[in-house]
Antibody, heavy 116, light 107 residues
């Protein structure tokens, strides 16, 4: 059974870069899209973007200029970097498998707070 | 971006009730519509994909229908563990977008 685990700092200063990684266990990272989705406290879900195992990406235009994603198939990991963060980027960040039919596997989520 | 609008935003229901949640897309999305359940402090869970296909392991009291722009999630007999927030999501074109959520509360 595929499991995902997010890791990274829980506190980031304004204007700095948020960096998170997601480790895939119980299955291969190959041949799937892998997404990042976030959720501010008490609010809805926002799709940040996705990366295919080959490295091709799609991003949400609302964040496009600040987002980079990478994949390391040798480590079964993929990563998110979000630059120039503000308080509006404070949220729970989920990594997830973007399956052929829906987002079918989710990490437990990691809370990232942007504050000085 | 495709806008997804759910209704109602919240509802109160009793155990055993039939519950219906609707989701409307701002443009046609064929059947590229998924439904998720989220409980407090937990990640969302995929319930229904491709508008009407039940994800493996999901109880059969959950069903989905619709095509084009209008979709429905139905819980045929509400159980205590079903009190949660439900989201629709379109996977027709990126950026994927979600509805604002429907919170199902105990009456």
């Amino acid at each position: 059974q595929v499991q995902l685990q997010e890791s990274g700092p829980g506190l980031v200063k304004p204007s700095e870069t948020l960096s998170l990684s997601c480790t895939v266990s119980g299955g291969s990272i190959s041949s799937y899209y892998w997404s990042w989705i976030r959720q501010p406290a008490g609010k809805g879900l926002e799709w940040i973007g996705r990366i295919y195992s080959s490295g091709s990406t799609n991003f949400n235009p609302s964040l496009n200029s600040r987002v980079t994603m990478s994949v390391d198939t040798s480590k079964n990991q993929f990563s998110l970097r979000l630059s120039s963060v503000t308080a509006a980027d404070t949220a729970v960040y989920y990594c997830a498998r973007d399956g052929h039919d829906g987002v079918d596997v989710w990490g437990q989520g990691t809370t990232v707070t942007v504050s000085s | 971006d495709i806008q997804m609008t759910q209704s109602p935003s919240s509802l109160s229901a009793s155990v055993g009730d039939r519950v219906t949640i609707t989701c409307r897309a701002s443009q046609t999305i064929s059947n590229y519509l998924n439904w998720y359940q989220q409980k407090p402090g937990k990640a969302p869970k995929l319930l229904i994909y491709a508008a009407s296909s039940l994800q493996s392991g999901v109880p059969s009291r959950f069903s989905g229908s619709g095509s084009g722009t209008d979709f429905t999630l139905t819980i045929s007999s509400l159980q205590p563990e079903d009190f949660a927030t439900y989201y629709c999501q379109q996977s027709y074109s990126t950026p994927w977008t979600f509805g604002q959520g429907t919170k199902v509360e105990i009456k």
